[in-house]
């Protein structure tokens, strides 16, 4: 896996070995890329579920001024923290082992924001849908802020979780991006579960 472009593009990653982890592929990480490069200069990024880091890393390449992954795996945090030194991103970026949901609550305690929040859970587990109910719930996502979630395409999150509306989608065979932003207020239905 490497950068595909910006500042570092051609540099290579470093990818944990085994199967406990699935980075997004190229074409995916294009596409998702192209799409938020509006977004990118200047903004704080979230990478949940982040593997060896590729789309925090990607998103720091082409402009973020900062990224927090988070991710519990051991092998894919050594990974992860290998690319950061290597591409000499140390000062832009944050490595949080642990669970996503706790860190998730522990970020939001911080009061902490971000501009985008990309999240990719194992396609086997219902992390899609509690992960964006904790985002929707929180205010870890800054005015404005967008959040996409890459998951299964025949298991799509709704199209509005607590404060978080979908506002589009990107498909690419049997993985999708669905975009979610924060819906205004006035809009939220408070009694949705």
Do not use: W
Not at 1 to 23: E, F, H, S
Not at 64 to 86: C, G, K, M, S, Y
Not at 136 to 147: H, I, N, Q, S, T
Request: aromatic share 4%; proline share 6%; no cysteine.
């Amino acid at each position: 896996m490497r950068i595909i472009a910006g500042a570092l593009k051609g540099r290579r990653l470093v990818t944990p070995r085994g199967g406990t982890t699935r980075p997004t592929a190229d074409q995916v990480r294009i596409a998702l890329m192209d799409t938020l490069t509006p977004r990118l200069p200047a903004a704080r990024v979230l990478d949940l579920f982040a593997g060896a880091g590729g789309v925090g890393l990607e998103a720091l390449s082409r402009g973020a001024a900062h990224a927090t992954f988070v991710e519990r795996d051991p092998r894919a945090v050594a990974a992860l923290r290998a690319n950061i030194e290597a591409l000499g991103v140390g000062a832009l970026a944050r490595v949080r082992r642990g669970d996503v949901l706790r860190e998730l609550a522990a970020l939001d305690r911080a009061g902490e924001q971000f501009d985008i929040v990309f999240l990719d859970p194992p396609y086997d587990a219902d992390l899609v849908e509690t992960t964006l109910q904790s985002l929707g719930g929180g205010g870890l996502l800054a005015p404005a802020g967008l959040v996409v979630a890459q998951h299964f395409t025949k298991r799509a999150p709704a199209a509005a979780i607590g404060a978080l509306a979908s506002v589009r989608t990107r498909r690419f065979g049997e993985t999708t991006l669905t975009f979610y932003r924060a819906a205004p207020a006035s809009q939220v239905d408070v009694t949705a579960p």
